[in-house]
């Protein structure tokens, strides 16, 4: 088949050339056109579900919302896990489904379990499903500031003009508002009024709802036409409002107005933000699921820059800088870009100094451009972005891509040399079909060998897979197209450059430069093979000796210019004091000369699936542009100050990283303790023992336990005897302490396209201490006015934030993270401690988090290693004459091993996914060259006809030493700005991976030129072809 | 061939072996590198720390001023607890007709008076005549004693009917009003003329206060109108059933009969003690709480009673704070999440 191919492009090697300019051409389309981000979609496919129960406490969210919305969930077909979380007033449900399922799908099958649970939950309250969104989530944080305008002013504004534009961008999926003043109409009840009027709050409720109800009007038909009714008059302000009548007796009217205080006023807030320490209304954009970051951010900017000059006008400035991971992404990416652009220079360098010759070299070149391309044309199609990972797979391909074409050239020029020599030289056609499949079969089999090796990285499970496995796939379509140009593109171009010119006779200089030494060192290395094996031993010892001390990390720290800073302080904290200590906190990071930005968020959104109570902040800390070490230091100078404050517990990550640890674990946390048991405040008690262990493990940062208990809250536990003698129903009281606490939405007032609630609530003043609850007058049915504390026993007692559920179960969880990266150290400490602790019967817990994700990774990796293994030594028993040719292509992978370690440990000694894909690239390519020298050994032998002796070794090893040097030097220079860049934006995954194969293909090549050939003369066994059977 | 499968298979469990035990000390790590963390760790400044049994959170100045940690003395007052209760300004028509029924009542009682002092006169004069040798009839005699009797009678019942009236008038206004009006008093005077307001003060139900001698009226924009006690007063309003009692205030502009208004009750004997104010209180574990500055850089939590909340915070009564107190009026809940989180890391 290889030769069918071959030598139909041979034939037709000017269509072949018109189709890989066609290529060539649609490829530059396809790159201009394509999506860019930092990372693949690398979420699970999820839906979340989350429910607004006003004025619900935690447990009663549990026991009211989520847990029916669980049962309705749990036997969905594909569901992986389901974890909630309840807190005041809202449920969060999160299903997560397993990666092969369409997550449209999966929304619909919710969407239809959810509808049947009409009429179960209490009246009023119905789950929804979140808005789609990618993983990374959040493309753009802007904020708002006036001087002039009020908070309310800077939140309608917010909510009524910039939010309706901005969800016109394309791509813009959800949109959640912090801070400002969400502009109500208020009825604000004042107790003594209407006890002085004998109004009850049923009369009020309904004199508002009367006020700002709306109604249609239908139609009337004449004759002719169709005639619409439109009926109008409600109340259209608060005036209009204070003017309805709650009651009319002897002609005169009682109004809302004088039994309350009519106003427009701030609805309960459930968040607040500031920008610069002072007050703010902030919008944290997210992109949909699958859209461009960078689209949406440029639409982003221009819906913006038109709306500035309108806004400036009002006195509203806009803060667009934020938070911006299109920053990073364009950073990212033009670091990768350079990296390529410098190593694609140094590449063909390093090609036209060892071939010495501009068509040669042109011919590898073309090779390069087409094989990545094609590749990228190809993940575009399956759907895949161009990011760090994608770029990073055509990276690390462009020395096979380069060996492929190079090989191929190479053979092809020499043979076409040495057939200029001959007598009667053969056809150029057949020479140029005969040297390319003399090599190519090597070379598939080689090809197929390092697809095998990468099988681990493409199985890899969770988000590590979906992270990587874009990279394994890119490489691999990278490496097949490579062959697909090897098999045509280049015999063709070959074909149609090389027999017109002056065949240079001799080797180039640098090539005959570098074999004039390499055989003289092989052959010193030759007679002292006892010593150099043993050295390489030794080495190869010492490397496995040394895996121990390597520590592992998921992922490296990203530096993306950008850190969040968690800020939590105890559960019932209100926002005015987590904004008063964040202002402080903001003001003492704003003396840090990086930092340019911080922007605060307290609390949630509203109708938003964020569960965050007042008590925790966010803070955006933006830096200025700097390196990868000042980074390190600004980092180091924010812990520092954020030390300094007490009152809170600080937590530092960078954005990317806080997404990908939240979708493991659904906390931020390196690790995470899941505990499990049926009674809350035993969960509390075991949660407070694993704090305080871990908390003593040196090397642990940040412990907290997620949902602590403490949360202050005040019983109204009604009497129902007491309740009787009144002549009240339970319900009644309820909902006057509902109504009057949390307020009732009654209806709502338009102005122009903008429509505000009507509630009605208590008096602010009244609402403020908590002495004033028990006091509450409620009207019974026959007049009364009975204080709460008459009917109710009114008591402060001690609740709970949050109760968390996974896969249903009641989970109480301490996160925390890991001082020095070593976090699989860290659990393997945890776990022996807390083993210690005795927990009470029907408690039990787990470990969850990064750790748990890197375990699971690297079992996964261990499995797939052993088969993708077993399928390269039968590959390779099919390509190699005898097992002992086998073993010596396997023996170079401890080489290339030797080297990966020792500069693992050199630089830092942390092995993070990326370093071992590195090493996976690295065996792929080590393997590649070896099979390469042993074939071509064989094909001397074979083919040639010549003896298996020294000279027969080192004739094989001096011709493979130029295609193995170009292949290692074109390799190494294309990852060496990778290399050395490693901890820049956007090299922070690809830079370690890039240090890893470099030390590894110094030491590989290295020995497979020097050591290969003396273990291949002592114990390979190569025979004529007519010894074989 | 045999051979060769052989070595095969041997090299195939040798490879795997080695890459399972490379992968698998890969992922092991180091079995146990405590001394070499020891150095990384960052430890978050222990702030918090036991004395005596008691905790104490260790602040400096500058933490405190960089945190804006305020405190204030505790305020010395001596205060009584009060209730808020619901003063009702009544309309006084009945009380005008009663008056007016009684002064009428009292006029015909005056003119019975004279009737029966010129009947008892015309009846004795007659009956002396008649005894003086019977110097008028009999009949004559008979009739001038009836007349008297008859007069008699009608101030006996016209008598009783103002006592009626006066009795009325204590059954809805109380005895004081009712001397009121039997003593054409001046004050009375005053409510007529509208010059002063006759109130209702009520109780919230179930509370029970010993009636204060003078109290405040809280009229719409929270102007005080000083009311005094007049008496109880023997009914309740059937809309809020608590113990009423009768004041007596000034007009002052706003106020009109019928309205309702809001009135603070003082309960209880005056006390001598301290408010806590509002800012100062933290919620923990049920209970309240305020941070005390124990040194320029150490604080404690202190429990505070809230028996007796008073406007704007809580009165403690006695001398659990001491006058030095000095308690923490901005930033207790910052010193509370302080508390609480070394608490967690400290917990074992």
């Known amino acids: 088949m290889l030769t069918a191919i071959v030598r139909w492009s041979l034939r037709h090697r000017g269509v072949v050339?018109?189709?890989?300019?066609?290529?060539?051409?649609?490829?530059?389309?396809?790159?201009?056109?394509?999506?860019?981000?930092?990372?693949?979609?690398?979420?699970?496919?999820?839906?979340?579900?989350?429910?607004?129960?006003?004025?619900?406490?935690?447990?009663?969210?549990?026991?009211?919302?989520?847990?029916?919305?669980?049962?309705?969930?749990?036997?969905?077909?594909?569901?992986?896990?389901?974890?909630?979380?309840?807190?005041?007033?809202?449920?969060?449900?999160?299903?997560?489904?397993?990666?092969?399922?369409?997550?449209?799908?999966?929304?619909?099958?919710?969407?239809?379990?959810?509808?049947?649970?009409?009429?179960?939950?209490?009246?009023?309250?119905?789950?929804?499903?979140?808005?789609?969104?990618t993983s990374t989530s959040v493309v753009m944080a802007v904020g708002l500031t006036s001087r002039t305008q009020s908070l309310m002013q800077l939140r309608t504004v917010a909510d009524w003009t910039l939010k309706l534009r901005l969800f016109a961008?394309?791509?813009?999926?959800?949109?959640?508002?912090?801070?400002?003043?969400?502009?109500?109409?208020?009825?604000?009840?004042?107790?003594?009024?209407?006890?002085?009027?004998?109004?009850?709050?049923?009369?009020?409720?309904?004199?508002?709802?009367?006020?700002?109800?709306?109604?249609?009007?239908?139609?009337?038909?004449?004759?002719?036409?169709?005639?619409?009714?439109?009926?109008?008059?409600?109340?259209?302000?608060?005036?209009?409002?204070?003017?309805?009548?709650?009651?009319?007796?002897?002609?005169?009217?009682?109004?809302?107005?004088?039994?309350?205080?009519?106003?427009?006023?701030?609805?309960?807030?459930?968040?607040?933000?500031?920008?610069?320490?002072?007050?703010?209304?902030?919008?944290?954009?997210?992109?949909?699921?699958?859209?461009?970051?960078?689209?949406?951010?440029?639409?982003?900017?221009?819906?913006?820059?038109?709306?500035?000059?309108?806004?400036?006008?009002?006195?509203?400035?806009?803060?667009?800088?934020?938070?911006?991971?299109?920053?990073?992404?364009?950073?990212?990416?033009?670091?990768?870009?350079?990296?390529?652009?410098?190593?694609?220079?140094?590449?063909?360098?390093?090609?036209?100094?060892?071939?010495?010759?501009?068509?040669?070299?042109?011919?590898?070149?073309?090779?390069?451009?087409?094989?990545?391309?094609?590749?990228?044309?190809?993940?575009?199609?399956?759907?895949?972005?161009?990011?760090?990972?994608?770029?990073?797979?055509?990276?690390?391909?462009?020395?096979?891509?380069?060996?492929?074409?190079?090989?191929?050239?190479?053979?092809?020029?020499?043979?076409?040399?040495?057939?200029?020599?001959?007598?009667?030289?053969?056809?150029?056609?057949?020479?140029?079909?005969?040297?390319?499949?003399?090599?190519?079969?090597?070379?598939?089999?080689?090809?197929?060998?390092?697809?095998?090796?990468?099988?681990?990285?493409?199985?890899?499970?969770?988000?590590?897979?979906?992270?990587?496995?874009?990279?394994?796939?890119?490489?691999?379509?990278?490496?097949?197209?490579s062959l697909l140009v090897a098999l045509t593109v280049t015999p063709a171009l070959s074909m149609m450059l090389l027999p017109r010119g002056q065949l240079r006779q001799a080797d180039p200089p640098l090539v005959r430069w570098l074999k004039d030494r390499y055989e003289r060192l092989l052959g010193r290395v030759e007679n002292r093979p006892g010593m150099v094996m043993g050295a390489v031993a030794a080495l190869v010892f010492a490397a496995v000796l040394a895996i121990p001390f390597l520590g592992g990390e998921f992922l490296p720290s990203l530096r993306e210019g950008h850190f969040i800073v968690h800020m939590t302080a105890v559960p019932g904290t209100s926002l005015a004091e987590s904004m008063r200590v964040g202002d402080r906190v903001s003001q003492a990071l704003l003396k840090i000369p990086y930092v340019r930005d911080v922007g605060q968020r307290a609390g949630r959104a509203e109708m938003s699936d964020d569960f965050s109570g007042t008590h925790s902040s966010e803070f955006e800390v933006d830096l200025r542009e700097l390196s990868g070490a000042q980074t390190d230091t600004a980092l180091a100078q924010i812990r520092q100050t954020l030390a300094t404050f007490s009152g809170a517990a600080f937590s530092v990550n960078t954005f990317l990283t806080e997404r990908i640890n939240e979708i493991l674990s659904g906390y931020t946390g390196a690790v995470v303790v899941n505990i499990y048991g049926p009674d809350l405040d035993e969960l509390d008690r075991q949660a407070s023992r694993v704090a305080g262990a871990l908390a003593r493990i040196p090397g642990a940062r940040e412990v907290q336990i997620q949902s602590p208990p403490g949360m202050p809250q005040v019983m109204v536990q009604l009497r129902p005897a007491d309740a009787a003698r009144w002549g009240f129903d339970s319900l009644q009281v309820l909902d006057v302490v509902r109504t009057a606490f949390g307020g009732e939405q009654v209806g709502q007032i338009y102005e122009g396209n903008q429509v505000f609630p009507v509630s009605v609530i208590l008096d602010p003043e009244q609402r403020q201490s908590v002495a004033d609850i028990s006091s509450l007058p409620i009207r019974s049915p026959q007049g009364n006015y009975v204080p709460l504390r008459q009917l109710a026993d009114v008591y402060e007692s001690s609740g709970r934030y949050m109760v968390a559920h996974i896969g249903a179960r009641r989970v109480q969880s301490v996160t925390c993270n890991v001082a020095g990266g070593d976090i699989a150290g860290f659990v393997a400490r945890a776990r022996r401690r807390i083993a210690r602790l005795a927990l009470p019967p029907n408690v039990y817990l787990e470990f969850s988090g990064t750790a748990e994700e890197q375990a699971r990774s690297q079992r996964d990796l261990l499995v797939h290693s052993v088969l993708a293994g077993l399928g390269i030594i039968l590959l390779l028993s099919i390509v190699m004459q005898n097992y002992r040719n086998l073993l010596l292509v396997l023996a170079n992978l401890p080489f290339a091993l030797v080297g990966g370690i020792f500069i693992a440990l050199a630089t830092g000694g942390n092995l993070s996914l990326g370093s071992l894909v590195g090493f996976v690239t690295l065996f792929g390519i080590t393997l590649r060259n070896s099979i390469m020298l042993i074939s071509h050994y064989e094909h001397l032998v074979r083919e040639e006809g010549m003896e298996w002796n020294w000279a027969t070794a080192l004739r094989g090893a001096s011709e493979r030493l130029s295609p193995i040097i170009m292949t290692a030097l074109v390799t190494g220079l294309g990852l060496l700005p990778l290399a050395l860049g490693s901890g820049a934006p956007g090299r922070e995954i690809e830079g370690p991976m890039a240090i890893i194969i470099l030390g590894g293909l110094a030491t590989s090549t290295a020995l497979n030129l020097l050591v290969l050939p003396t273990l291949a003369l002592r114990y390979g066994r190569f025979e004529p072809a007519a010894d074989r059977m | 061939m045999i051979k060769s499968v052989k070595y095969l298979v041997a090299l195939l469990i040798a490879l795997a072996a080695v890459s399972a035990i490379a992968v698998v000390l890969t992922a092991a790590h180091r079995p146990d590198a405590d001394d070499q963390d020891e150095d990384e760790a960052v430890k978050a400044p222990s702030r918090v720390v036991v004395q005596n049994g008691q905790t104490v959170i260790r602040l400096d100045e500058e933490a405190q001023a960089r945190e804006g940690i305020r405190v204030a003395p505790v305020a010395q007052t001596s205060m009584r607890s009060e209730l808020r209760g619901t003063a009702v300004l009544l309309p006084v028509n009945d009380l005008v007709t009663a008056r007016d029924s009684y002064v009428a009542a009292r006029a015909k009682l005056q003119r019975d008076q004279q009737d029966l002092s010129l009947a008892r006169n015309q009846a004795e004069r007659t009956r002396a005549l008649y005894q003086q040798n019977q110097n008028m009839s009999l009949q004559a005699m008979q009739s001038t004693d009836a007349a008297y009797r008859n007069a008699q009678a009608q101030f006996a019942a016209d008598e009783q009917d103002a006592r009626l009236q006066l009795d009325a008038v204590r059954q809805r206004w109380g005895a004081v009003v009712t001397n009121w009006i039997s003593g054409d008093s001046p004050a009375l005077e005053a409510v007529l003329a509208q010059r002063s307001f006759l109130v209702q003060v009520i109780l919230p139900p179930g509370e029970a206060a010993t009636k204060p001698a003078k109290l405040s009226l809280t009229l719409p924009a929270n102007k005080l109108v000083p009311a005094r006690l007049v008496s109880s007063l023997p009914l309740v309003n059937p809309q809020i059933q608590g113990i009423s009692y009768l004041y007596l205030a000034s007009r002052a502009p706003g106020m009109a009969a019928d309205m309702n208004l809001s009135v603070l009750?003082?309960?209880g004997r005056p006390l001598a003690g301290t408010v806590v104010p509002e800012d100062a209180i933290v919620w923990w574990q049920g209970k309240a709480w305020a941070y005390q500055q124990t040194s320029p850089s150490s604080f404690t939590r202190r429990e505070v009673p809230t028996a007796n909340p008073v406007s704007g915070g809580y009165f403690v009564p006695g001398k659990t704070f001491a006058p030095t107190t000095k308690l923490v009026t901005a930033g207790a809940q910052a010193l509370l999440s302080e508390e609480f989180r070394s608490h967690i890391q400290q917990e074992d």
């Open chain 1, 169 to 481: 961008v394309p791509g813009v999926s959800k949109i959640a508002v912090f801070g400002g003043d969400e502009k109500q109409y208020q009825v604000q009840i004042n107790p003594q009024q209407l006890t002085q009027h004998d109004i009850s709050v049923d009369q009020v409720l309904a004199a508002a709802r009367q006020a700002s109800g709306i109604r249609g009007a239908g139609f009337i038909t004449t004759p002719n036409q169709r005639i619409i009714l439109q009926s109008e008059g409600q109340a259209a302000t608060a005036g209009e409002l204070a003017h309805s009548v709650v009651l009319q007796q002897q002609s005169a009217n009682l109004t809302l107005g004088d039994v309350a205080h009519v106003a427009v006023g701030a609805a309960p807030r459930l968040g607040a933000a500031s920008i610069m320490a002072q007050p703010a209304v902030m919008l944290m954009i997210s992109a949909q699921y699958g859209a461009n970051t960078l689209n949406v951010t440029r639409g982003l900017d221009l819906a913006l820059r038109a709306l500035r000059p309108a806004l400036a006008h009002q006195g509203i400035q806009i803060d667009s800088t934020l938070f911006r991971p299109a920053r990073f992404i364009d950073t990212a990416l033009r670091n990768l870009r350079t990296s390529l652009v410098v190593g694609g220079i140094l590449v063909l360098l390093v090609l036209f100094l060892f071939l010495f010759n501009l068509r040669t070299a042109a011919i590898s070149c073309t090779a390069i451009p087409l094989s990545l391309l094609a590749a990228t044309i190809l993940i575009e199609r399956q759907g895949y972005t161009l990011n760090t990972m994608t770029l990073g797979g055509l990276a690390i391909a462009i020395g096979e891509v380069v060996d492929d074409a190079v090989i191929d050239v190479e053979n092809i020029y020499r043979r076409l040399r040495e057939n200029r020599s001959l007598p009667q030289p053969r056809s150029v056609f057949q020479v140029v079909l005969d040297a390319s499949l003399e090599v190519r079969s090597a070379v598939v089999y080689a090809t197929f060998s390092v697809i095998l090796v990468f099988l681990p990285v493409l199985t890899m499970s969770g988000v590590a897979g979906r992270i990587f496995s874009p990279l394994g796939v890119t490489y691999i379509w990278a490496i097949l197209a």
């Open chain 1, 17 to 133: 050339v018109a189709l890989a300019c066609i290529l060539l051409g649609y490829g530059i389309y396809s790159l201009q056109q394509a999506n860019y981000d930092v990372f693949p979609e690398f979420s699970p496919p999820e839906v979340v579900i989350p429910t607004e129960a006003p004025g619900l406490a935690p447990e009663q969210v549990e026991l009211l919302v989520t847990q029916p919305v669980e049962n309705a969930v749990v036997g969905v077909a594909g569901v992986q896990s389901v974890r909630s979380a309840s807190v005041q007033g809202l449920s969060v449900v999160t299903v997560l489904f397993n990666s092969s399922t369409n997550v449209y799908l999966n929304r619909q099958v919710i969407a239809e379990r959810l509808s049947t649970l009409t009429g179960s939950l209490p009246a009023g309250i119905s789950p929804t499903i979140a808005p789609l969104t």
């Open chain 2, 265 to 267: 009750i003082p309960v």
